[in-house]
């Protein structure tokens, strides 16, 4: 299995929650960088452990933090061969923790190295379906796309339209996501990840607690009833699907 999005960072414990990750199974991890310094921590991480890759970026809360130096050293951080995508970057109007003006900068000047290293882009997006969409159509078609933490049935047109890869984490397993796990019964198989955003959004069975990697596997398992497949092919496809987007090892 993989955890496709984790922000190991946030953690207290990483190495041991990465170790506690192997024991459940969970071989790979991409490890989520959201500022400049969450990026160069994760990025030291990856190199203790075997299995642990990076998503480098910018998120929307600190966009109104970002400057051009920023944005100057996260090109450098991205060229580590452990970084394998650029992101989370994207809009949150839910929280507005940062001028949309400025999210719209910062997420252009992402998606633009996403293009320019050949790099997959995550994103980031609530409440702001519209303008995200319309700024992914910005971006050159072989530059893949993943919406991680899906949580907008609206987006589900748009995604299967573009080809952009669906990620789903803890809150598809919420007894009142139906809407969730509909969209997860629609999501052509080849594009389909799993993740936990740990140590946010714990699925439901360790609902209340600290959520980590290990725990994607439940994520797996109500994906595989609500698509009616087998848990553990569904991991291994994810896990391919994975490897294949980020060019894992």
């Given at each position: 299995?993989?955890?496709?999005?984790?922000?190991?960072?946030?953690?207290?414990?990483?190495?041991?929650?990465?170790?506690?990750?192997?024991?459940?199974?969970?071989?790979?991890?991409?490890?989520?960088?959201?500022?400049?310094?969450?990026?160069?921590?994760?990025?030291?991480?990856?190199?203790?452990?075997?299995?642990?890759?990076?998503?480098?970026?910018?998120?929307?809360?600190?966009?109104?933090?970002?400057?051009?130096?920023?944005?100057?050293?996260?090109?450098?951080?991205?060229?580590?061969?452990?970084?394998?995508?650029?992101?989370?970057?994207?809009?949150?109007?839910?929280?507005?923790?940062?001028?949309?003006?400025?999210q719209a900068r910062v997420f252009?000047?992402?998606?633009?190295?996403?293009?320019?290293?050949?790099?997959?882009?995550?994103?980031?997006?609530?409440?702001?379906?519209?303008?995200?969409?319309?700024?992914?159509?910005?971006?050159?078609?072989?530059?893949?796309?993943?919406?991680?933490?899906?949580?907008?049935?609206?987006?589900?047109?748009?995604?299967?339209?573009?080809?952009?890869?669906?990620?789903?984490?803890?809150?598809?397993?919420?007894?009142?996501?139906?809407?969730l796990r509909w969209a997860a019964?629609?999501?052509?198989?080849?594009?389909?990840?799993?993740?936990?955003?740990?140590?946010?959004?714990?699925?439901?069975?360790?609902?209340?607690?600290?959520?980590?990697?290990?725990?994607?596997?439940?994520?797996?398992?109500?994906?595989?009833?609500?698509?009616?497949?087998?848990?553990?092919?569904?991991?291994?496809?994810?896990?391919?699907?994975?490897?294949?987007?980020?060019?894992?090892?």
């Open positions: 299995m993989i955890d496709t999005h984790a922000h190991l960072d946030a953690l207290p414990d990483a190495d041991a929650a990465v170790a506690r990750a192997r024991e459940a199974g969970v071989a790979r991890i991409v490890s989520v960088g959201t500022t400049v310094a969450s990026g160069r921590g994760t990025l030291a991480l990856c190199e203790r452990e075997d299995g642990v890759f990076a998503a480098l970026g910018l998120h929307p809360h600190e966009a109104g933090r970002v400057g051009d130096a920023d944005l100057d050293e996260l090109r450098e951080l991205l060229a580590h061969p452990r970084a394998v995508a650029v992101g989370e970057t994207g809009l949150d109007y839910y929280r507005d923790l940062a001028p949309r003006d400025r252009r000047a992402q998606r633009a190295l996403a293009a320019e290293l050949g790099k997959p882009l995550v994103v980031h997006t609530r409440a702001a379906d519209e303008d995200t969409v319309e700024a992914l159509e910005e971006l050159p078609e072989e530059v893949p796309v993943v919406l991680h933490c899906f949580s907008s049935p609206a987006l589900l047109g748009p995604a299967l339209e573009r080809g952009w890869f669906v990620s789903f984490a803890g809150n598809v397993t919420y007894p009142k996501a139906a809407e019964s629609r999501v052509p198989g080849e594009r389909l990840l799993a993740e936990t955003d740990s140590p946010y959004l714990a699925p439901q069975p360790v609902r209340g607690g600290r959520n980590e990697p290990a725990n994607v596997r439940h994520t797996i398992a109500a994906l595989a009833e609500v698509r009616g497949e087998e848990p553990r092919a569904l991991g291994e496809r994810i896990e391919a699907n994975a490897v294949r987007l980020f060019g894992l090892p």
